[in-house]
């Protein structure tokens, strides 16, 4: 197979300038069949507050190579497309701060419902989100945990977990005159973060399954503990803009029973709902149908593709924008993002590529976006060395076509850790990589091959090696144990 020699690896290229920001859009896509759609470049259009735009990025999520599939694993063998790497991850969250008591009994037994038929819940994680925080009832591991192997069959036992969980919760309804509008509203806020925060450190597709009453976009100052009225349509689309960005989109399920009472006011709350399911590339369901929504969010990676489009520098003008995206194919329904907020600087607040890197250094799982195989085996010139061997998974990979060549543009770290969990990382290192078409048939069977030897440092337990994509965003990164022990 090809081996890209290092030096070709860290030369720079030269290329005309390209737009800095790229307006990145998660779309699944259904058959009339009810089934995956398969979909080409050619079959969507695009427009951004009306203007058409040009696809630049189009990539299937988990397309696969066989040259990095996971069978058999020989000793000193690795490979992130095995088993315990899951391909998303679903969070369900019961929102019982903002769910009324007469409402949490049949919700609870809708989300039995959801859960309990599902056979294997290695990728589903559950928490409540109460007055004092975030409940686990499946907590997502941390990292070096196994990712479920513990907990298999969990979702069977649904009902007792539930119902443990539950009786060291303060079910404070939202109507509850020991608490004001305001604190639980920036209490959710608070929450949601925290769980982000977790969520953000997985790298790939995550869904919220968030079922929720809702909480209000505004209160008045008739109802505010301050005497003034308190705005959320800011945090709500700051929150919202952080969720796309780390790959997350909610699903929101209005936590109602069947008797909903038409008179009360819930128009504020439906709005919020909305606007994060909009703004995330999720879907609101109404009337507590937590099953249809997990049913969506799990199914939704099996037809899943990256679109990306650079919109003109004036893009960026801190208004919202609604974007509108359609299928020349008939019968294909789409889901993705409807709208997001053009913020003028940057929507992590810091460059991409080092958040990327330090999500998956703290995931639990390896990211599985970019398929990679790697080698662990000791040094032939330097027996204090470890020698390591990479092989990229190139259909992962975005190439872009320049005149007959093609280029992509690829960063490459790796991470050790020691026995107590700590991460020792290494700076990204830039892999801008120029193909001719015969080069690029090549790697495109064979895989993009690199290694090297490495000495690591006394007491590393396990090392991560992660690759990011800087056209498309794909991770992929895949942990090797053993290093340091004999014969490694």
């Known amino acids: 197979m090809r081996r890209v020699g290092l030096l070709m690896l860290m030369a720079a290229a030269a290329w005309g300038q390209t737009p800095q920001r790229m307006v990145r859009l998660n779309v699944v896509a259904e058959g009339a069949s009810g089934g995956p759609a398969e979909l080409a470049a050619g079959d969507l259009q695009i427009t951004d507050a009306g203007k058409p735009e040009t696809i630049a990025l189009f990539r299937k999520n988990g397309s696969g190579n066989a040259s990095v599939a ?10 992130n497309r095995g088993a315990g790497t899951p391909a998303q991850v679903t969070v369900v969250l019961f929102d019982v701060l903002n769910t009324t008591m007469k409402d949490q009994a049949y919700v609870r037994g809708r989300i039995i419902d959801a859960l309990q038929p599902i056979k294997d819940g290695d990728s589903v994680y559950f928490y409540l989100l109460t007055l004092k925080g975030l409940v686990p009832v499946r907590a997502l591991p941390e990292v070096g945990e196994p ?57 790939g597709r995550k869904n919220l399954v968030w079922v929720t009453r809702g909480i209000p976009i505004e209160i008045g100052a008739r ?27 909610v699903y929101p399920v209005e936590a109602f029973g069947p008797r909903r009472d038409e008179g009360e006011e819930m128009m504020e709350q439906q709005q919020t709902l909305d606007e994060i399911a909009a703004m995330t590339g999720g879907q609101l369901y109404a009337q507590a149908d937590v099953p249809a929504a997990m049913k969506a969010a799990m199914e939704a990676s099996q037809s899943s593709y990256v679109v990306g489009y650079y919109p003109a520098a004036g893009n960026w003008d801190g208004k919202l924008h609604k974007i509108k995206l359609k299928c020349a194919k008939d019968g294909v329904k789409l889901e993705s993002k409807t709208e997001y907020v053009a913020y003028k600087e940057p929507e992590m607040g810091a460059a991409e590529e080092q958040e990327a890197f330090r999500a998956a250094i703290r995931s639990p799982f390896d990211a599985s976006e970019i398929g990679l195989w790697a080698l662990r085996a000791s040094s032939k010139k330097d027996p204090k060395k470890t020698r390591l061997q990479l092989r990229i998974d190139a259909r992962d990979v975005t190439m872009q076509a320049v005149g007959t060549a093609y ?64 056209f498309s965003g794909a991770v992929g990164s895949v942990t090797l144990t053993g290093i340091g022990k004999a014969g490694s």
């Open 70 to 79: 996971a069978g058999p694993m020989a000793p000193g063998e690795f490979s």
């Open 147 to 203: 990712a479920g192997a513990a907990e298999a069959g969990w979702t069977q036992q649904i009902q007792p977990k539930l119902d443990a969980a539950m009786k060291g919760v303060n079910r404070l309804g939202p109507h509850s005159d020991n608490m004001e509008p305001q604190d639980r509203v920036n209490a959710t806020y608070q929450w949601l973060a925290a769980l982000l925060g977790r969520l953000g450190s997985v790298a």
């Open 223 to 249: 109802h505010a503990g301050s005497g003034s009225p308190a705005e959320y349509e800011e945090l709500l689309r700051r929150l919202s803009t952080a969720f796309d960005a780390s790959g997350v989109a």
């Open 407 to 470: 280029h992509c543009d690829l960063s490459v770290a790796y991470v050790s850790y020691g026995k107590n969990g700590e991460p020792w990382p290494t700076r990204p290192v830039a892999m801008p990589i120029d193909f001719v078409a015969a080069q690029r048939d090549e790697v495109l069977k064979g895989g993009i091959n690199v290694g090297g030897d490495i000495a690591f440092r006394e007491g590393v337990d396990k090392v991560r090696i992660i690759v990011l994509d800087n």
